[in-house]
């Protein structure tokens, strides 16, 4: 089975850095990705990570590390339209479907 | 190039109705999935569907529900004999054919079918 775990809930001033958390079990791990929910909306890809490392794309960069089974998300210079929720989801081998965590919610206030 | 469409929007449904939630993938795209989210929770993976094949039904419930991607036309996430629980937001979502080498395999998700049952 998968068990995702992220943060539920937090606060964060507009142009501030905040960091989002993910740690994850399972077996036969083939790739994570963070995605973007504003409320009422669908989930939006922000990023892919398969090996360890950062990757760096605009605003946003998220990081991997396999062996300890956790991933965060880096968003930098926060704007107000960044107010949404962020989902981690782990894909394994064998099969193409996502397993999401709760996903965390992010106010950016002013 | 148009995205994930999703009709309806929104559904109400008296208890012991039917739902049919209608999904057109992405064009290009093989591969469909459906997830739903309850209130205050995750998405959580229903089924996996290529053209006129279920690949992945494991997270289905075992009664009352069905899906299909027929040769022609939408996917369809069919509910029978609805109940209160099934008051949800169900996702629809598409992705290439990876050995197309398209992408990583991300998925790409619909608006959403609301579904209340009164």
């Known amino acids: 089975g998968q068990n995702i775990d992220q943060p539920t809930e937090m606060t964060a001033t507009e142009g501030a850095i905040v960091q989002i958390n993910c740690t994850y079990q399972?077996?036969?791990?083939?790739?994570l990705f963070w995605y973007q929910q504003h409320a009422g909306e669908a989930p939006t890809f922000l990023s892919y990570?398969?090996?360890?490392g950062l990757e760096e794309k605009g605003r946003f960069s998220s990081f991997l590390s396999r062996s300890k089974g956790y991933s965060y998300l880096l968003l930098k210079e926060l704007q107000m339209k960044d107010s949404a929720s962020y989902l981690c989801?782990?894909?394994?081998?064998?099969?193409?479907?996502?397993?999401f965590g709760k996903g965390n919610q992010v106010v950016v206030i002013p | 190039n148009a995205g994930v469409m999703q009709n309806p929007r929104h559904l109400v449904r008296r208890r012991g109705q039917e739902a049919r939630l209608r999904c057109s993938p992405m064009?290009?795209?093989?591969?469909v999935y459906w997830y739903r989210q309850l209130p205050e929770e995750g998405l959580k993976f229903m089924v996996y569907?290529?053209?006129?094949?279920?690949?992945?039904e494991s997270g289905m419930p075992k009664e009352r529900f069905s899906a299909e991607f027929p040769k022609e036309g939408p996917s369809i996430l069919r509910i029978q004999q609805v109940v209160r629980g099934d008051s949800a937001a169900y996702f629809c979502?598409?992705?290439?054919?990876?050995?197309?080498?398209?992408?990583?395999?991300?998925?790409?998700f619909g608006p959403g079918t609301r579904l209340t049952v009164l």
């Open positions: 989801a782990v894909r394994s081998y064998g099969n193409n479907r996502l397993a």
């Open positions: 399972t077996s036969g791990f083939n790739g």
């Open positions: 064009k290009g795209h093989s591969h």
């Open positions: 569907l290529q053209k006129e094949n279920i690949i992945d």
């Open positions: 990570n398969v090996l360890d």
């Open positions: 979502a598409s992705s290439p054919d990876q050995t197309s080498g398209r992408g990583q395999g991300e998925q790409f």
